[in-house]
């Protein structure tokens, strides 16, 4: 499996942008899929989790500001970030569970501003 993160920059406090996710297999084949992020000095964390069953479960640090969709025809998945602060700063990742084995994309940055 093969994922492609893309999407992140820099934007003012307030501002919005979105998290795009494109996967080489279908979203279907997933047991779980994940955007997580890590700042400067801090452990990776779970941002959004969209499970095989339809439902997306979010940090309480983004509750109400981060959406999870997706695209099935485009194997894409995307959070939708909102009322961004500035500790929502960190290099955002992708991850998808398939038969047990955890797939990484590469990472995009966010940076915002005060």
């Known amino acids: 499996v093969q994922l492609q993160a893309s999407g992140g920059g820099l934007v003012q406090a307030g501002g919005s942008l979105r998290l795009s996710c494109a996967s080489s297999?279908?979203?279907?084949?997933?047991?779980?899929i994940g955007w997580y992020r890590q700042a400067p000095g801090k452990q990776r964390e779970l941002v959004s989790m969209?499970?095989?069953?339809?439902?997306?479960d979010y940090a309480d640090s983004v509750k109400g500001r981060f959406y999870f969709s997706t695209d099935v025809a485009k194997n894409t998945v995307y959070l939708k970030m909102n009322s961004l602060k500035p500790e929502d700063t960190a290099v955002y990742y992708c991850?998808?569970?398939?038969?047990?084995?955890?797939?990484w994309g590469q990472g995009t940055q966010v940076t915002v501003s005060s």
């Open positions: 969209f499970t095989s069953d339809g439902r997306a």
């Open positions: 991850s998808v569970q398939q038969t047990g084995r955890e797939y």
């Open positions: 297999e279908s979203i279907y084949s997933f047991d779980h």
